[in-house]
Nanobody
């Protein structure tokens, strides 16, 4: 079955960096668009970044220039490098993909940005 497992969240000070990872199994990873979403308390889940099978990327305006999404097809893993973190980046971050007409999500990893 399809599994997406996120890791790398934690507590970081404003201005700091974190790298999130999402390990995928049960899909043809190299052919899939992979995305990161986030959801802060009391807010709707929002798309943060996506990366296509060919490596094309897209970002939410709020993270452009600070976050970078990448993938390692040999490891079936997608990454989100987050730099210059702000308190408003604090959220649970989810990995997502669409495969064989179904939406799949990981359980999320929490990012806390606080001094």
């Amino acid at each position: 079955q399809v599994q997406l497992v996120e890791s790398g969240g934690g507590l970081v000070q404003p201005g700091g960096s974190l790298r999130l990872s999402c390990a995928a199994s049960g899909i043809i990873f190299s052919a899939n668009v992979m995305s990161w979403y986030r959801q802060a308390p009391g807010k709707q889940r929002e798309l943060v970044a996506s990366i296509g099978s060919g490596g094309s990327t897209g970002y939410a305006d709020s993270v452009k220039g600070r976050f970078s999404i990448s993938r390692d097809n040999a490891k079936n893993t997608v990454y989100l490098q987050m730099n210059s973190l702000k308190p408003e980046d604090a959220a649970v971050y989810y990995c997502q993909t669409y495969y064989r007409r179904m939406d799949y999500w990981g359980k999320g990893t929490m990012v806390t940005v606080s001094s």
